[in-house]
């Protein structure tokens, strides 16, 4: 039987009674991406799952994506290893800043999966925010800035303008593209979305990808943006996964932020990562 226990008030669902590694029956597939659109993270322990079984786990949601910049495996072009090894102290790490991934892409990723392999016995969670409370509960003043108003996304980490040094760079053991000036480019999504399928509007900004606000500068979008980020951020609105080998996590990565902890140096964590893609953001 298969039974979904919500993990917070907000945010975050855990479903027990699914086996994702056997063939996904209609019936199952859409109680997933209904589960998926309304309580915007889905945590399934215990799965093991070999990387073609999470390539049909994501095809579920809508096709994998291929995403520039991030080397994937060699053996899949759609997966990224996410990993850091024991040997990379003192760093950063990959997502370790509030983000959706690659929001700065024309139609950046509806969703993301990532599949636990190897992980340090305490340290490095991930911790998910709801976007779609945060804009429910936004001051009035901040939601007159944000509704109908544009936002510019950048894809800072990769591009030329705004590199981060080399010292307070993620690990070294995911490879990226840098100094693209192709990653420069500003793309423009709504500061405000609506989920598709429950309809519920969310913010859709962040601190690693978005810039600025349309018709202001980054200047005059940094003290609004900050003052949201702080508000969008709040613990109230977040679910923490401790991970376990085997976990299998999915997340809208529309109306959700998230963010790695970079709290276990010295201990190799390896999870891996695919994304689905989905109508571009309205
Ligand atoms: C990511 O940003 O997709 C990585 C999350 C994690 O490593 O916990």
């Not at 029956?25 to 997933?32: K, T, V």
């Not at 509704?147 to 993620?170: I, L, N, S």
């Not at 053991?173 to 990653?183: C, H, K, L, N, V």
């Not at 420069?184 to 900004?205: C, M, N, S, W, Y």
């Amino acid at each position: 039987m298969t039974v979904l226990k919500k993990l917070t008030g907000f945010i975050g669902a855990e479903i027990e009674g699914l086996t994702l590694s056997e063939t996904i029956s209609g019936a199952d597939a859409e109680f997933l991406k209904r589960s998926l659109a309304e309580y915007q993270v889905l945590v399934l322990r215990g799965q093991f799952l070999t990387p073609p079984e999470q390539k049909a786990l994501t095809r579920v949601f809508g096709p994998a994506l291929q995403l520039p910049y991030v080397a994937p495996l060699e053996e899949d072009p759609e997966t990224i290893a996410v990993l850091k090894e024991a040997s990379e102290a003192g760093g950063g790490v990959f997502g370790g800043e509030w983000h959706a991934d690659f929001s700065f892409l024309a139609n950046p990723p509806a969703g993301s999966v990532l599949n636990a392999i190897e992980i340090p016995e305490v340290g490095g969670d991930t911790v998910w925010a709801s976007q779609t409370i945060a804009y429910d509960s936004l001051p009035a003043a901040l939601k007159s800035v944000v509704d109908e108003r544009r936002a510019v996304h950048v894809g800072k980490p990769y591009g030329v303008k705004f590199a981060p040094p080399a010292e307070t760079r993620a690990n070294a053991s995911i490879r990226m593209t840098r100094g693209d000036p192709d990653a420069d480019r500003e793309t423009f999504h709504p500061a405000v979305i609506t989920q598709p399928l429950t309809g519920r509007k969310a913010l859709f900004l962040n601190p690693i990808y978005t810039t600025r606000l349309d018709g202001m500068t980054e200047e005059e979008s940094q003290p609004i943006l900050q003052e949201i980020y702080r508000h969008c951020t709040r613990p109230d609105f977040s679910c923490r996964h401790k991970w376990q080998p085997g976990d299998v996590v999915i997340w809208d990565n529309r109306t959700t932020l998230h963010y790695a902890t970079n709290d276990y140096d010295g201990h190799r964590r390896l999870l891996y990562r695919t994304t689905f893609s989905g109508a571009a953001p309205v």
